[in-house]
């Protein structure tokens, strides 16, 4: 055997190691790109979106998980996909507790008697036959609860007045939903009777409570929970301050009553080259029950739906499956997300990427990934596709993959965060205030273009972005 030159030897190593690694790097052809332009400037003027929205919250209104609207929703789920033209429709089973609201009223009884607009909470307790009548504790964090010694709590009906403000990315739900889940668990702990908070929203004058779940798991443990409106804790508040003892009735007829067992609805748009692999998209089917559940989330699975529906309407299918998700009962605790999951750990690794919609209708602003360092390049051609119409990347910040898809990126699914504009979605969130009116069809259509867009070209990515089990723990995913 002839050996050759150390030094020729060496240069034909470190070709061959290039040539590896050029080709584990993933990148989006031209073609593509032109393509998801014109899916971008097509979206833009497409009504499709707005008419399914329109749809979901006219046809079926109200989607409480478990309620007599659940079945309702998910024929006309099945429904829907199929008159998009989707080839392949199908649901998968997801199993929750049951809980059910049946009425709620609350009152000062003392100092100043006067009615009080609540709403229970999901997993809330009822109260007894008769209703609850206690003294309120007043504390002004979640961190002074915990800190309470249980004395001062027992046999009493707890109140935190966190007031939430107005922000872009809404962060401050952040607190806001950590007082209404986990202060009504803690208040109980401590022998609390019951537990109310300020509304977890930012209408500071609306006399409408914001409904939502707490971080019960236990019945046998739970306690009568419910939220005031703003203006009805500003009242509370004020009483309070007098100095003199206060007394709160509360009735709530609410509780779980059993199991139940909905699903997930799915549609897809099969790939042509790689069917197996998918880019996975949604929102969740269910809502709260105050609403018709236009913001929250029928507006997200409508622009799933819209996106999907503008890939199957190319000349010819994408590379790979589109995947549409309408999840199951994602307001009491992520069941279909979780659900979901569970059934497709195994085969993480085709799942291309993902994201869900679950922040209302406002224009995403903002993209942010979470891919493996190979894919970067490519996600900067998606970014730039994605630019003209108002989105910027920040590749500082991890992709969380929305609220139900963040149990996929959890078990290792590449995933992306496209943040909306959400100054006032928290205005109308888990209210009777979510209706339709509040969508404006110009930003539901911006919605539709990023998913299109974005979901097109990573179907038709030479390579992937990076999915594998456990492939992103580091980013904290699905925390």
Known sequence: MRHLPLTLLAASLMLATGIASAASITTIPAAAVKTAEQLRNKAMHDDTGYRVVASLTTEVGPRMAGSDADPRARAWAIAKFKALGYDKVYTEAVTYPLWVRRSEHGAIVAPFPQSLVLTALGYSAGTPKGGLTAQVVKFDSLAALKAADPASVKGRIVYIGYRMQRHKDGHDYGMGSAVRTAGPVIAASKGAAGYLLRSAGTDANERIAHTGVTGFTDPAKAIPAAALSNPDADQLERVLAYGKPVVVKLDLDCGIVGEYTGANVIG???GKKYPDQVVAIGGHLDSWDPGTGAIDDGAGVAIAMAAGKLIHDLPQRPDRTIRVIAFANEEMGLWGGKAYAEKHAADVGNFQLGTESDFGSGPVWRMSASVKP???????QIAKVLAPIGVAYDAKLPGGGGSDLSQMHGKGM?????????????DWHHTSNDTLDKIDPQQLAQNIAVYAAFSYMA???DGDFGSAPGAFAKDGAGE
Do not use: V
Request: aromatic fraction near 8%; glycine fraction near 8%.
């Open 414 to 426: 590449a995933a992306l965060s496209l943040t909306q504009d959400g100054t006032d979605y928290f």
């Open 374 to 380: 190979e894919a970067r390049d490519a996600i900067g």
């Open 268 to 270: 897809e748009i099969t």
């Open 459 to 461: 179907a038709q990515a």
